[in-house]
């Protein structure tokens, strides 16, 4: 065989790999749960720091891990934040975000199950609390 045609096969078998590898990359709805995003927010400016908000009903309340995890394969742009706040699937969860906090309507709060947030710098918080 000449060796352009083993160097053509060797880039084309690199570049299946390449798309298969991209085409397996886990993403928010592989994990379990019964995650649906019920309301998001993202703020217009393109120019400064992007905030993404979201509010996420769950099926299984007591996947605390899961929850995380969900929160870090959100979208997020470096020196932006990105806010994932979780609610029990059935109960009362928020419809529309905003910019300002407290990011919905405050007597929702109550039934917020945890929050997720990566900030700035990239620093994760996730606090959980306790369910009612």
Known sequence: MKPKYLFAAAISALLLWF???ALR????QDLPGGFEEVAQFRNE???G???RIYAVTV??????Q???QYGALMPHTKYGTTKVFFFAAGSPAPTALQLAAPHF???LNRYCL???EKDLMSKVSFVRRPLR
């Open 25 to 28: 990359q886990p993403s928010a």
């Open 19 to 21: 798309v298969i590898d």
């Open 45 to 47: 400016n393109n120019t």
């Open 105 to 107: 309507a405050p007597e």
């Open 49 to 51: 720091p992007v905030v």
């Open 66 to 68: 899961e929850m995380e």
């Open 114 to 116: 945890a929050a997720y």
């Open 59 to 64: 099926r299984d309340t007591a996947r605390w």
